[in-house]
């Protein structure tokens, strides 16, 4: 059985759950190992500090990948900003002869504009911040997160993985781009659409389409932020049936292209 290491996105509540404000709706790699595995593949998934930047959880992963009994070749999967800790990996020199594939689920290549929504929530929201203090969840702990993020801090990452030069061997690079219309994302992003995509701009109703793309694209998959985890809070039967459907397309392509990868190898 192929082995995949699976790094979610960004958690500012610091555990592996979804989150929907205090609401947990399980891990965000269950749906996903369930479903890979009626494919043959083996999910493994793994996760660094969510304080840390991309850099820093990569080397943390390298850490873990070196205590587990992995096979010598195994492929990377990250969704949204664990795809950014996925290419940092791949960089890493006791790991790039044994990474067949690198791939990406709406992950910010270029930045995401939601960051800096984040970064100016507390100047912007000084109720909601209360509110939320309130509740536990202090904004302003969580500042240092989302400077990682933004549009120029991913452009600094990027320029800093070319500077260390090209992966030899090179993996098979993928990116999955996850593009949805605002109106039929589900009711969390509905909500807050307009002010993490203020441009309303073709995505996954938090990262944009253009943000997403990085290696070989595939897609578009008609899924939002939340469905390429498979997971569908929308309101409406129809649209979770369709959002259903997307990703299990979406699985296949990700078992393609670890076929792929594996006849590239051999």
């Avoid at 109720?127 to 997160?145: P, S, V």
Wanted: net charge positive.
């Amino acid at each position: 059985m192929a082995e995949l290491v699976f790094i979610h996105g960004l958690n500012t509540y610091g555990d592996h759950d979804i989150h929907i404000g205090p609401l947990k709706f399980g891990p965000m790699h269950a749906r996903l190992e369930r479903a890979l595995a009626k494919r043959g593949i083996e999910l493994v998934s793994l996760s660094g500090s969510p304080t840390a930047t991309p850099s820093e959880q990569a080397l943390q992963l390298a850490e873990q990948i070196k205590e587990r009994k992995l096979a010598n070749q195994f492929h990377l999967l990250g969704q949204s900003t664990g795809g950014l800790v996925a290419r940092a990996l791949a960089h890493h020199p006791n790991l790039q002869n044994r990474i067949a594939s690198v791939m990406t689920i709406g992950t910010p290549h270029r930045g995401a504009i939601a960051a800096e929504f984040g970064l100016a929530f507390n100047q912007r929201y000084p109720r909601l911040q209360k509110i939320f203090a309130a509740c536990g969840y202090d904004t302003e702990r969580k500042l240092a997160i989302f400077r990682a993020f933004t549009p120029a801090a991913v452009s600094e990452f990027n320029q800093v993985l070319t500077q260390n030069g090209n992966i030899s061997p090179k993996p098979l690079e993928v990116s999955f781009i996850c593009q949805v219309a605002r109106q039929e994302t589900s009711w969390p992003l509905l909500v807050l659409g307009s002010r993490l995509n203020p441009e309303d701009a073709p995505g996954d109703g938090f990262i944009s389409s253009a943000s997403q793309r990085f290696g070989l694209t595939e897609g578009p998959f008609a899924l939002d932020h939340f469905g390429e985890l498979g997971f569908f809070p929308h309101l409406s039967r129809t649209a979770r049936i369709a959002a259903t459907s997307e990703f299990e397309r979406l699985l296949d392509a990700i078992a393609n292209t670890v076929r792929r990868a594996a006849q590239k190898i051999v």
